[in-house]
Nanobody, 121 residues
C-alpha cells in the first residue's frame, strides 16, 4: 500500500502564492505519473497538473503560467507551486500517484486526503 499526505494549504490573498507538497510513503517500488486535482464546493473534481517520472509536465488551461508542478523522486514527493492566486483557485487540492509494486505489475492509482486552499481578501 502507498499513502499520500498533502501539506501546505491555507488562506492566501488574491495575487499571493502557496506551495503544496504531497509525500508518498509505504511499500514503494516505483511511482510513475503524479498529479494534482482540485474540487471546489458544489463542483466536480478538476485535473490541475501532472508530471511523469522523467519530469515532463502538463497543466490545465486555467492554471497554465501560474502553477508549476515538480517532483523529487528520491523523496517520493510532488509539489505544486501556485502563484498569482485567484479566488477561483479556492478548492480542496488532492494529489495522485500511479504506483507499480514490481517490474511485472500494472500500476494502481493512489490518492491523498486533500488540503484546503482558500484565496480570499
Amino acid at each position: 500500500q502507498v499513502q499520500l499526505v498533502e501539506s501546505g494549504g491555507g488562506l492566501e490573498e488574491p495575487g499571493g502564492s502557496l506551495r503544496l507538497s504531497c509525500a508518498a510513503s509505504g511499500r514503494i517500488f516505483r511511482i510513475y505519473n503524479m498529479g494534482w486535482y482540485r474540487q471546489a464546493p458544489g463542483k466536480q473534481r478538476e485535473w490541475v497538473a501532472a508530471i511523469t517520472l522523467g519530469g515532463s509536465t502538463n497543466y490545465a488551461d486555467s492554471v497554465k503560467g501560474r502553477f508549476t508542478i515538480s517532483r523529487d523522486n528520491a523523496k517520493n514527493t510532488v509539489y505544486l507551486q501556485m502563484n498569482s492566486l485567484l479566488a477561483e483557485d479556492t478548492a480542496v487540492y488532492s494529489c495522485s500517484a500511479d504506483h507499480s509494486a514490481s517490474p511485472f505489475s500494472t500500476t494502481r492509482t493512489f490518492w491523498g486526503q486533500g488540503t484546503q486552499v482558500t484565496v480570499s481578501s
